[in-house]
């Protein structure tokens, strides 16, 4: 079954935003014009202007919009202290903020060069760090660091390996957030038994 998104309903801003997605996503992002989102919303260019003036607003409002949920986590994680139990809500807010995300994720997979050209590309990079510094302890050793970084991985991989995989959404997501909570509780206690 596929994971195709509801449409938003509600505003034209939003209305836009789906739009534009959708056909970034089928066309890509280079070949898809204002003048298409336009017509593929029955409304005029100069009406989806008083929104957005370039596909780049679009797809950085709709980055905005999707991952604010990761900048929420960010501020969160900052004020906690850096216990295992901290540690495994971050990944578990993570992954669900990734749920949400899905739609975008996959584009941005799909598109990593334009990505990394536009602004949100760096973007990206620091919230992933940021999100690394939150689950490892302060001078943990390399091993450790790998074990962080790649929880995160895992939860991204997880998204776009599995999404072809039979199998309920659901449980993949699960899955995936299942073992990056294995290798933080690794690098949380690398005594912990195997």
């Known amino acids: 079954?596929?994971?195709?998104?509801?449409?938003?309903?509600?505003?034209?801003?939003?209305?836009?935003?789906?739009?534009?997605?959708?056909?970034?996503?089928?066309?890509?992002?280079?070949?898809?014009?204002?003048?298409?989102?336009?017509?593929?919303?029955?409304?005029?260019?100069?009406?989806?202007?008083?929104?957005?003036?370039?596909?780049?607003?679009?797809?950085?409002?709709?980055?905005?919009?999707?991952?604010?949920?990761v900048e929420e986590l960010l501020a969160w994680g900052e004020r906690q202290p850096r216990t295992l139990e901290t540690k495994k809500e971050i990944l578990r807010r993570y992954s669900e903020a990734l749920a949400e995300a899905a739609p975008l994720f996959r584009f941005m997979q799909e598109n990593q060069a334009t990505v990394r050209d536009l602004s949100i590309g760096e973007t990206i990079k620091h919230r992933v760090l940021g999100l690394v510094d939150l689950i490892k302890d302060p001078g943990a050793p390399l091993t450790d660091q790998v074990r962080c970084f790649s929880a995160l991985f895992t939860m991204h991989a997880g998204m776009l390996a599995l999404q072809d995989a039979e199998g309920d959404p659901e449980e993949k997501r699960k899955a995936a957030l299942e073992v990056a909570v294995e290798l933080v509780v690794r690098a949380h206690d690398p005594e912990a038994p195997q």
């Open 1 to 69: 079954m596929g994971s195709t998104p509801q449409p938003r309903r509600g505003n034209t801003r939003q209305r836009i935003q789906d739009v534009a997605l959708e056909l970034f996503a089928e066309q890509g992002y280079e070949k898809t014009s204002l003048r298409e989102i336009a017509e593929q919303l029955d409304v005029t260019k100069a009406a989806l202007y008083y929104h957005f003036k370039t596909k780049e607003d679009i797809l950085v409002s709709i980055f905005e919009d999707l991952n604010r949920p």
